[in-house]
């Protein structure tokens, strides 16, 4: 079976480990789509945007310390191409050609099915070739926009794809994210099967081997309205009242014009460090490493990436109880779960973490010893959906 799996950037961190599962039982085509702003967004870094190709290989285009820790992931699919749009503009000629070239690639392997992680404006290019498939298949991460992120720019493309003349069968990555596209797309009758999001291996790889001393409390991703920031930032008072020399570290780069409580962030200097910026993938697995435990007071979630990640490395979460966050979190098991919109809660809750080294016992719980065996899980399902 030949399968050809379209990605959008962003979402590199489950697809590399989907790859990784995938490649052991398909001919595996991989097509990364790559946009200017996408350059240095999640786990890539690259060299130099190439400019007069289309399809560029990831050696081409990858730093080599990104490359090498990417090898392993790609080695064993048949092709791994990045889709090279240079255009700024989501939708234009320069989209549709770079589509054309794509699919002048694809089509000498005759595939059977086109699995798009995702899809994006960028994409509505390849509907033109479809039909040549005989199934498409496509995972939806969120079903319905987070709060403070709603764009036309996601409703466009799925009005054209949700209406395409070809079989289709959607992927989810949790009982959530399936129920919410079924709820908001009552209409839609296509098969749909729910996968299970395992911990993530990359960063595994970029651990020191030595313990690190355990120093501070974590925010890390996109700093956007949803995330619940400025109900983090109400919570620590209370925290720092009981335990004044305790650190909180915001790390991540701001969706747009997103604002966050200058005045509290002046007024807890010496607790509270904001790094707003792309945080490389080094320094990033260097931040969980040393921290006690993640916090993601989100307003509202589909499934999540940053718990994720933080599996990955047996870092505990306190998360809200919202959206996918109590299907993975087993409370006061492997983590903490918190009513939405409570900073009174939510300060609770970090301060039995903290008391007596509590966030300890909840590490030990966290169960990410055979990641391959998880996502091989997956990939089995995803054989029977391709099948089917």
């Not at 950037?9 to 697809?15: P, Q, R, T």
């Amino acid at each position: 079976m030949t399968v050809v799996y379209y990605m959008q950037v962003a979402f590199l961190d489950v697809c590399i480990e989907m790859v990784k599962a995938l490649k052991k039982h398909v001919n595996l085509h991989v097509l990364i789509e790559l946009t200017p702003q996408g350059k240095n967004l999640t786990i890539l870094e690259i060299k130099d945007f190439p400019k007069g190709k289309s399809l560029v290989r990831p050696e081409e285009i990858l730093t080599e310390k990104s490359y090498a820790y990417l090898q392993s992931y790609f080695e064993g699919a048949a092709s791994v191409h990045f889709v090279i749009h240079p255009h700024k503009t989501g939708f234009s000629y320069s989209t549709l050609g770079v589509s054309f070239t794509a699919w002048k690639y694809i089509k000498q392997f005759r595939p059977d099915i086109m699995h798009f992680e995702t899809i994006s404006l960028r994409a509505i290019g390849m509907l033109f070739f479809l039909k040549a498939f005989k199934k498409v298949c496509i995972s939806i991460h969120d079903p319905v926009a987070h709060s403070g992120e709603e764009t036309w720019k996601m409703s466009l493309p799925r009005k054209f794809f949700f209406n395409m003349p070809v079989k289709r069968h959607y992927l989810f990555y949790s009982r959530f994210a399936k129920k919410q596209f079924e709820d908001y797309y009552k209409w839609i009758r296509e098969p749909k099967m729910v996968l299970r999001l395992s911990p993530y291996s990359f960063l595994q790889h970029l651990i020191s081997e030595e313990q690190k001393e355990k120093k501070y409390i974590l925010f890390f991703g996109r700093l956007s309205p949803y995330k619940g920031i400025d109900n983090l930032l109400k919570a620590m008072p209370a925290v720092f009242k009981e335990f004044p020399n305790e650190r909180l570290i915001i790390a991540g780069k701001r969706y747009h014009d997103f604002t966050i409580d200058e005045q509290m962030l002046n007024e807890y200097s010496n607790n509270i460090t904001l790094i707003d910026r792309h945080i490389p993938n080094e320094e990033l697995a260097d931040l969980i490493q040393g921290a006690k435990f993640i916090v993601c007071p989100y307003k509202d979630a589909t499934q999540s990436g940053v718990l994720m990640t933080a599996f990955g490395l047996k870092t505990p979460v306190i998360a809200t109880n919202v959206g996918s966050f109590p299907e993975f979190i087993e409370d006061d098991v492997n983590g903490l779960l918190v009513p939405s919109d409570s900073p009174e809660k939510l300060a609770e809750r970090i301060c039995f973490a903290l008391r007596n080294d509590h966030y300890r016992t909840l590490a030990e719980n966290i169960r990410n010893n055979d990641v391959d065996a998880m996502w091989s899980r997956n990939a089995d399902l995803l054989l029977h959906t391709y099948a089917s």
